[in-house]
């Protein structure tokens, strides 16, 4: 039998990737995305792509993304295999030798109560795992537009600027004390609660959007209540952060920080506005179904 290569491809071999057949029931295929069309964008690379040969058949291919402008990838979001054992090969490979950024294994909502679906997200995190990734959190994407209609302000906090980055940490800092998000957990456990901080800080400072556009939230009495930053990425306008500090917990206020954020990018424009949450996260999830964000993918995270 001829020997398995697993590889990067070169630059003029999108027919390779685009040569393993797949019904696409889950990854971002499922949501329309071209490979070709996103690899003319700058998003995918030949060196990100990776494909696992056996003669001149493709058996199993992984492309990881990111934009235009980052020196490494960001995530792999794109991961097929017709030969499991290729999969895994390649993942490890892969991985060894160059990416290890985290798979996001895109679902479309509620998609794991059909058995087909179900099959296709058991058979890639399977390979993820035994190529040594381990599962990390499932989220919801949300995606809301125009005709979902603004939710409504409670008028229970106030909303200003802080230029000042020390206390944008400071603020990251209490937000981190007893936070539901996984990434942040992993941070605090692999590292400390002030990495954590200092790495949500980084993420919200790389966004192509003005820094005076986040706001701290307070209370009638001036007590800091939260953080809201509308923001927007390389393609669309984003909620990048929302956190209540620990004191504050309980009131709801994360719905008053989504409604100001979704209310401040319309009126810099915004008809369409992106965002995420754990799973796990009940109260920011019921503060997305109350503010009218339908869930349009669910996500599946393995580090």
Known sequence: ???????????????????????????????GRSYRTTAA?????????WAALR??????????????????????DWFDFTDADAGVALLRTARAESWKAEYCLFVPPHGR???????????RADAAVAAGMTWLVDRYRYEWTTSCGLPERPGRLTYRPEPDDSVILDVLRRIQHG??????????????????????????RRFPAPRDWWRLAYTPAGDLAGFVAPTRNHTAPVIGLIGV???????????????????????????????????????MAAAFTRAGYPVTQERIFFA
Request: net charge negative; charged share 30%.
């Open 1 to 31: 039998m001829t020997d398995l290569v697993i590889r990067p491809l070169a630059p003029g071999e999108e027919h390779l990737f685009e040569q393993l057949s797949d019904p696409a029931l889950v990854g971002v295929a499922a949501f």
């Open 113 to 123: 109560e059909r058995p087909e679906v179900r099959t296709a997200v058991r058979a």
């Open 245 to 283: 500090v620990p004191e504050q917990r309980g009131h709801g206020y994360g719905y008053d920080l989504l409604a100001e954020g979704t209310h401040f990018l319309v009126e810099q424009g915004a008809d369409r506005i992106l965002a995420d949450t754990d799973m796990t996260n009940t109260p």
């Open 179 to 204: 936070t539901l998000d996984a990434h942040a957990r992993r941070a605090i456990a692999e590292r400390d609660l002030d990495a954590a901080a200092r790495e949500d800080l980084d993420i919200l």
């Open 41 to 49: 964008a700058g998003e995918y690379r030949p060196e990100w792509t």
């Open 55 to 76: 003669g001149d058949t493709v058996l199993a291919r992984a492309a990881w993304w990111g934009t235009p402008g980052d020196d490494e990838p960001v995530a792999l």
